[in-house]
């Protein structure tokens, strides 16, 4: 039986993939060094998989989980923008470094196709809405720097070795096990936690920053397309769910599922931060077969039902 290897498997959007992989048959192995990722994310599913503990940036590490793999789903990252700000190394070395080992482990392994999860984040703050996958990047932080020159490292694999990959850029993915006390942009967990809480939810800007909200099961769903779609070759196409959101909209979503009236702490801006985002998502319907099940507000009903119970 062919093996699926997942980096980053023990965090968020990876344990909902190593569980989906598992229910489909497949055999499974994760590689994290949990430096973001939680042991906690895979407790219920440890004993199916085969876990290797070590660091994308590894060459051992990434040699010995390539070895008779069929799939790799590349997620291990330093995912925070803010972050990235306050340390452009660690960035560069995890996102960009981190994935050019990868890749050079896979393509010596002969492995059939990798699958990377990239970032709307290299759009910027082009006013331009749908984003379209044919636009010019504007990345403006070393997050979204880090994020798109791995997706070239990708394109430049297909063409100069014939890998078959594809860059799955995702629109602010949220859903269970996400960390509410991570900075990652999606903001969800974190308003949802405060709120729960009884606190007020703090807001960066004034609220009407709007966002392509997708509901974790898509990305799942897209990463298992893109493992099985027609020949790839490079390619980068927007995960999302074609309709936005604004915070202080979620705000008033979330009280009403609770009954409560709690008012938003707005805060200044971060930066880095990009004002709207939404994706088109043709090129992944054409390129994938790619179509959203989950839209924001069933989404968003089914996260606050998971963190009321496990907060």
Same mark, same amino acid.
């Given at each position: 039986?062919?093996?699926?290897?997942?980096?980053?498997?023990?965090?968020?959007?990876?344990?909902?993939?190593?569980?989906? +992989?598992?229910? =489909?048959?497949?055999?499974?192995?994760?590689?994290? =060094?949990? &430096?973001?990722?939680?042991?906690?994310?895979?407790?219920?599913?440890?004993?199916?998989?085969?876990? !290797?503990?070590?660091?994308?940036?590894?060459?051992?590490?990434?040699?010995?989980?390539?070895?008779?793999?069929? *799939?790799?789903?590349?997620?291990?990252?330093?995912?925070?923008?803010?972050?990235?700000? =306050?340390?452009?190394?660690?960035?560069?070395?995890?996102?960009?470094?981190?994935?050019?080992?990868?890749?050079?482990?896979?393509?010596?392994?002969?492995?059939?196709?990798?699958?990377?999860?990239?970032?709307?984040?290299?759009?910027?703050?082009?006013?331009?809405?749908?984003? !379209?996958?044919?636009?010019?990047?504007?990345?403006?932080?070393?997050?979204?720097?880090?994020?798109?020159?791995?997706?070239?490292?990708?394109?430049?694999?297909?063409?100069?070795?014939?890998?078959?990959? @594809?860059?799955?850029?995702?629109?602010? !993915?949220?859903?269970?096990?996400?960390?509410?006390?991570?900075?990652?942009?999606?903001?969800?967990?974190?308003?949802?936690?405060?709120?729960? %809480?009884?606190?007020?939810? @703090?807001?960066?800007?004034?609220?009407?920053?709007?966002?392509?909200?997708?509901?974790?099961?898509? !990305?799942?769903?897209?990463?298992?397309?893109?493992?099985?779609?027609?020949?790839?070759?490079?390619?980068?196409?927007?995960?999302?769910?074609?309709?936005?959101?604004?915070?202080?909209? @979620?705000?008033?979503?979330?009280?009403?599922? +609770?009954?409560?009236?709690?008012?938003?702490?707005?805060?200044?801006?971060?930066?880095? =931060?990009?004002?709207?985002?939404?994706? &088109?998502?043709?090129?992944? %319907?054409?390129?994938?077969?790619?179509?959203?099940? *989950?839209?924001?507000?069933?989404?968003?009903?089914?996260?606050?039902?998971?963190?009321?119970?496990?907060?």
């Amino acid at each position: 039986m062919s093996i699926s290897l997942v980096t980053g498997g023990a965090g968020f959007i990876g344990s909902h993939i190593v569980r989906r +992989l598992l229910k =489909d048959g497949k055999q499974v192995r994760v590689l994290d =060094d949990f &430096s973001t990722g939680h042991r906690h994310n895979l407790a219920e599913v440890e004993r199916h998989i085969h876990l !290797v503990e070590g660091d994308i940036r590894d060459p051992d590490a990434a040699r010995s989980a390539c070895r008779n793999v069929d *799939v790799v789903y590349h997620l291990a990252a330093q995912g925070s923008v803010p972050k990235s700000v =306050d340390d452009p190394f660690a960035a560069h070395d995890r996102n960009i470094t981190g994935t050019l080992n990868m890749l050079l482990a896979a393509r010596d392994a002969g492995v059939r196709r990798f699958v990377y999860s990239s970032s709307s984040s290299a759009y910027g703050e082009t006013p331009t809405l749908p984003k !379209v996958e044919s636009m010019k990047p504007d990345p403006r932080s070393p997050y979204a720097v880090s994020k798109l020159a791995a997706e070239q490292y990708c394109s430049v694999f297909a063409y100069c070795y014939g890998m078959q990959t @594809i860059s799955l850029r995702y629109f602010n !993915v949220f859903g269970p096990r996400q960390d509410p006390n991570s900075q990652y942009a999606a903001a969800i967990p974190g308003i949802l936690k405060r709120m729960l %809480r009884g606190e007020r939810p @703090i807001i960066y800007g004034d609220g009407e920053q709007s966002r392509d909200f997708c509901y974790v099961d898509n !990305v799942v769903q897209a990463n298992r397309l893109a493992a099985e779609a027609a020949r790839l070759g490079g390619e980068a196409v927007n995960i999302g769910c074609g309709e936005r959101t604004t915070l202080n909209e @979620i705000i008033r979503l979330i009280n009403e599922h +609770l009954g409560t009236r709690l008012q938003p702490d707005y805060q200044p801006p971060r930066a880095g =931060d990009v004002k709207h985002s939404l994706a &088109s998502i043709d090129e992944a %319907r054409r390129v994938i077969g790619y179509e959203p099940q *989950v839209f924001f507000a069933e989404g968003l009903k089914r996260s606050i039902a998971w963190f009321k119970e496990n907060l």
